[in-house]
């Protein structure tokens, strides 16, 4: 038998060594990093991984200590903890959490959206930022309909006043999706790979990659129209007499509209016919919800919705398909 007392003692001692082994070394490299990037003007961040089992009181010291011998602000600092441990849960791991809060560290909660998910935890945690599971992500082009989850994530955290960041940004196609979302924090391949210093500094010289025109893809148009659909439908619901349903009623004053037609796609004739469907049956709901304002019955606008949304997405993998991509032939809507 080994008394409470060192057992409390070893497994303080433990959560120590798994700081110092892992999330210290790579914390100090990076300030040094950071530091050596902030000689040559370039103001960046940092955010670092951290074991929720080395949440302690000796984690929260170690970390006053190496912030206090740099020379790093640190709120540019960010400490990533993973999602899926219920340590999390218990009241002085949220204490500790707390207090290197208080240091000017920022904190996220890594992989949201995974099976170990809860509301009540996200509620309860001092955190400054989300990072959405890269499983709703990575697979986008072969479940388009997962962009809206991606929204409902994006409210929760613009709600709780956190930033959110979309990991598992790894093809042209999902960027083009995930920056017509408004999204402001992307991560993945498909911005950049892992590299050393000396590779970051050649690519922090490069000029930045601006002024193309969004959505680019059909995957994009499809997430711009699932966000301005929310985006009106929030309006309507709220302040319907604000809205002028006359110039709603006309789809070829819709930005989508053109995107339509720029897009290239072949059969743009029965998307544009389906867009004007959609466009009318919400205006007609709008005229409904002024003259009966009890009226909630949104069934016709639902129906051409999805109509649109389907063709969207028939165009989008059958684009794909011709383009020698084989992979969305067995999602493909009937």
Known sequence: MV????????????????????????????????????AHGWSLWVSVNLDPRSVSEGCVTCLEEMIAQSTVDPSRITLEILEGDNFL???KALDHLREIKALGVRLALDDVGSAYSSLLRLKDLPIDEIKLDQGFIRFLEQRPQDLHFVG????????????LVVEGVETEDILDAIIVTGAQFLQGYAIAKPMPLSELQAFLQRPPCHGRPHPTSLLGFYAKQIAAHNA??????HTPHLIDYVAVADATICPGHNHIRRLG??????????????HQSIAAMGERSISSPNNGDWSDVDSAENAFEQAIIGAYWYKKMEDGNPACEAEKPT
């Open 265 to 278: 796609i072949g059969d743009h004739k029965r998307l544009e016919r389906l867009h004007q469907e959609y």
């Open 89 to 91: 849960e218990q009241q």
């Open 3 to 38: 008394p409470s007392g060192r057992r409390r003692s070893s497994c303080r001692n433990c959560r120590l060594e798994i700081f110092l082994d892992l999330t210290g070394k790579v914390l100090a490299q990076s300030l040094a990093d950071l530091s050596l990037l902030d």
């Open 232 to 237: 009106l439908k929030k309006a309507m619901l």
């Open 152 to 163: 409902a994530i994006q409210d929760l955290a613009a709600g709780m006043g956190v930033d």
